[in-house]
């Protein structure tokens, strides 16, 4: 597989109450834990848009800019039929990203000495 110089994202967040947030980075591992995080201020933190619902990649970034423009001017039915060919239960496609794992010895309990 080849290794790609740079990779680009555009994406959409949602809330528990269904309110949608499109974006784009170059990075969307980072991008979604910000969003959990609640680093991301303005409308996406306003209304709690940290679940991870769609993501498309580019490898370059003026078709990744123009894919969110494209999308930000679409009706919200459209928006959701797109999530929903992909994510029909509107899963949370990030939900076990930034988890902290553990080897089969290991415990989620530390002893401290």
């Known amino acids: 597989m080849p290794v790609r110089d740079h990779e680009y994202f555009v994406y959409i967040m949602g809330s528990l109450s269904g309110t949608l ?16 995080a609640g680093e991301i201020e303005g ?5 709690h848009c940290n679940r991870l619902l769609y993501y498309e990649s580019f490898d370059d970034v003026h078709k990744a800019i123009a894919r ?23 899963e949370d496609m990030a939900g076990k990203w930034g988890a902290e794992m553990l080897f089969a010895s290991e415990s ?5 000495s």
Request: aromatic share 14%; proline share 2%.
């Open 68 to 90: 969110e423009k494209q999308l930000k001017g679409w009706s919200r039915a459209k928006k959701i039929a797109l999530i929903e060919a992909k994510n029909p239960r509107w």
């Open 43 to 47: 409308f996406s933190s306003k209304y």
């Open 21 to 36: 947030y499109i974006g784009m980075t170059n990075s969307v591992y980072r991008r979604a834990l910000q969003h959990k």
């Open 108 to 112: 989620i309990y530390r002893v401290s």
